[in-house]
């Protein structure tokens, strides 16, 4: 057992210190050869904090875990959504300002509610999978046309100020790229076989550790960069970091999962507890942050509303365990 705690601890550790580098080292080599700061944001910031779900629903799905995997991707969006906003609000009120932010809200809620259609029926097939890669792929070639786009837009300036802030010779980019790659791919491989260990230990179901340890795991670095960036004053990092990221995990981590080891039959559990929570959670950041009279914010009492809805929702999973 003591092994299984050194492997969880470890490939915990390494897995948010190997992210950290990986994204700011690929925002920086990218910038390096002319990529704009609001297209760095888009997808290093939002996407790249997704890695970690991304490597770890892929190594367990290699290995037939296709519950822990998807249970990593939904647990993350709750947590990202009800426990990192509802934290980052409390500290200090989220102002939404970017108009591509204000854009990723109904795009989330949309894909959101497409994952769910697929998942509802029990089952995960290979072409459900390939569909929400080809959205994953859409997406992306949206982004970079707001990116090349929007170059005035809020969260533009505030990614190049913070890039800034970060400078460092091409090498040292790279290096940091390719370190944090490799540490990331290590670590996570640690982290499945502890996670996987720990459920049978446990006598609890691969989704269950997907849905809790893995999920708060692999969600470190979403929190580390909303409560940063909010407390720089960078309000539309913070937020859009959240959305980024709960577009990947659906479209990104769930598609590739799929198309790896299909789901044949999911735990029902799922259906009746994790999905509408995760729709409920995406559902009310639309509607707290979008703004319909003009500007969104996601004031502290909003964040608190978050964090009650994320208690509840842990009080209700470990009731059902």
């Known amino acids: 057992m003591f092994m299984i705690i050194l492997a969880l601890v470890l490939g915990l550790g390494l897995l948010v210190w190997s992210a950290d580098r990986f994204i700011e080292g690929s925002a920086l080599v990218a910038t390096h050869y002319g990529m704009s700061p609001l297209l760095a944001g888009v997808l290093f910031v939002g996407f790249g904090t997704s890695a970690p779900e991304m490597v770890v629903s892929l190594m367990a799905a290699l290995e037939g875990n296709s519950g822990l995997a998807l249970g990593n991707a939904l ?30 809200i109904p795009l989330l809620l949309g894909v959101t509610t497409l994952a769910s259609v697929f998942l509802f029926e029990g089952s995960l ?22 990116g090349f786009k929007g170059r005035s837009d809020a969260l533009g300036a505030e990614m190049e100020q913070e890039l800034k802030a970060r400078q460092a010779p091409l090498y040292r980019a790279w290096l940091m790229t390719l370190i944090g790659l490799v540490v990331l791919l290590l670590s996570s491989r640690l982290l499945v076989w502890g996670a996987v260990e720990v459920a049978h230990w446990a006598g609890v179901s691969d989704l269950v550790i997907g849905l809790t340890l893995v ?16 407390l720089k004053g960078e309000d539309d990092i913070a937020l859009g970091n959240i959305l980024g ?14 198309v790896v080891s299909p789901m044949d039959q999911i735990d029902g559990a799922l259906m009746a507890r994790d999905l509408p929570a995760t729709l409920g959670f995406t559902l009310a950041l639309a509607l707290f942050g979008f703004g319909f009279r ?19 929702y842990l009080l209700i999973l470990f009731q059902t365990l």
Do not use: D
């Not at 999920?215 to 909010?230: K, N, Q, Y």
């Not at 709960?246 to 590739?256: R, T």
């Open 75 to 104: 647990g993350s969006n709750i947590i990202n959504t009800g426990f990192v906003i509802g934290v980052t609000a409390l500290l200090a009120p989220i102002l939404v300002l970017s108009r591509v932010i204000r854009q990723e």
């Open 294 to 312: 003009g500007q969104g914010q996601i004031s502290r009492l909003k964040g608190l509303l978050l964090l009650l809805g994320f208690g509840a």
């Open 125 to 146: 097939k290979r072409w459900e999978g390939m569909v929400l890669l080809l959205g994953f792929v859409a997406v992306l070639a949206w982004m970079a046309f707001q």
């Open 215 to 230: 999920a708060f795991g692999t969600s470190t670095p979403e929190l580390a960069a909303s409560i940063t960036a909010v």
């Open 245 to 258: 990221s709960n577009i990947f995990n659906l479209l990104a981590v769930v598609g590739i999962a799929a």
